[in-house]
């Protein structure tokens, strides 16, 4: 009975230990990180994000609901984070990578500067990047194609420099990709411009809007620039030409007409009697 009594309550405890440990292990170290170092990148001018506040990062979700505004939990992991439209300044953490439930990141529509870091590749369960309209720099890193599940990658409206990495076109769930409005330049890989079989295909719209980018599916527009030149080029030229041209004839002519009359005038001359 004593012994039989000693498990039970062993058991008990055993089960009550694993249910607190459900609801207060929600708490996971690496969100947690994630948090602290996204919030302290992150600058709130207009104080939007009020409930970001340090002591609610260790416990942001109890199960499926957050504390934080912006995110939103599956089974006590952060698996959204949409931060869209609040006037947000500064660069975006690295640490970020550390939420590594994330399935969609929107930080789309603020002031951000500074690079996207290339950590976001350690996101493997990320299916949407939406950090569009905003004022990041730097490259796009070719690491995110790492990020075997992403289907959305917006960078719209932002000062993003450099080529466009071929390897997104790897992406085969890729079903948005919009880049316009940067500064990107080169060529538009074949792997996204000139994508083939099942793969969605985008159209000149995700693309323009980049001075110094070119090629399929954007117009020809590129060279036509070289080719007014040329027009001119080859429009003075051959105006210069046929001026040329015509005074050499007209000359020609002239002279022509000069030795014809000379010799009707020497054939006058010599038809004419000598008295
Ligand atoms: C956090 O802020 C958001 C937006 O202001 C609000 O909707 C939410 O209820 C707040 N959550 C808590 C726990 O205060
Ligand atoms: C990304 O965010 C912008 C601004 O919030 C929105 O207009 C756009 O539709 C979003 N992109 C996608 C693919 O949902
Ligand atoms: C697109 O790819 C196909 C074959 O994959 C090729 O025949 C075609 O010329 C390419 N188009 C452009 C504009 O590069
Ligand atoms: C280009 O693609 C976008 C997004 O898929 C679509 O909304 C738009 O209508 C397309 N434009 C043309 C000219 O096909």
Same mark, same amino acid.
């Not at 590749?121 to 950090?131: D, G, I």
């Not at 002239?254 to 000598?274: F, N, S, V, W, Y």
């Given at each position: 009975m ?17 249910? +607190? ?33 340090r ?11 957050s ?11 952060i698996y ?8 947000l ?21 603020? +002031? ?7 950590e ?27 990020? +075997? ?17 071929p ?21 538009i890989?074949a792997?996204?411009g ?15 809007g980049?001075?110094?980018l070119?090629g399929y599916?954007?117009p ?30 007209v ?10 009359? +000379? ?13």
């Amino acid at each position: 009975m004593v012994v039989g009594g000693g498990i039970w309550r062993r058991v008990l405890v055993v089960f009550v230990v694993c249910a +607190a440990g459900m609801e207060m292990g929600a708490a996971d170290p690496n969100d947690e990180q994630c948090l602290t170092h996204l919030s302290a990148s992150l600058e709130d001018p207009m104080r939007n994000l009020q409930n970001w506040t340090r002591d609610r990062f260790a416990n942001p979700c109890q199960g499926f609901t957050s504390y934080l505004q912006g995110a939103t939990c599956n089974n006590g992991r952060i698996y959204k984070l949409s931060l869209n439209n609040l006037s947000l300044r500064g660069s975006i953490s690295p640490f970020l990578s550390n939420c590594t439930n994330l399935q969609a990141l929107d930080l789309s529509s603020n +002031a951000l500067s500074g690079p996207i870091p290339p950590e976001l590749q350690f996101l493997v369960n990320l299916a949407v990047l939406n950090l569009s309209d905003n004022a990041l720099s730097g490259s796009i890193p070719q690491q995110l194609a790492l990020c +075997a599940y992403l289907n959305v990658i917006d960078l719209h409206d932002n000062q993003l420099s450099g080529l466009i990495p071929p390897q997104l076109g790897l992406l085969v769930r890729l079903s948005v990709f919009d880049v316009s409005n940067n500064r990107l330049s080169g060529p538009i890989p074949a792997s996204l411009g000139n994508r083939s079989g099942n793969l969605r295909q985008f159209n000149a719209s995700s693309y323009e809007g980049n001075k110094d980018l070119y090629g399929y599916p954007l117009p020809y527009k590129k060279n036509n620039g070289l080719s007014i030149l040329a027009i001119v080029g080859i429009g003075l030229g051959s105006g210069f030409l046929s001026l040329v041209l015509s005074f050499t004839a007209v000359c020609m002519w002239l002279r022509a007409t000069e030795q014809k009359m +000379a010799a009707e005038e020497g054939k006058i001359g010599h038809l004419m009697p000598d008295y």
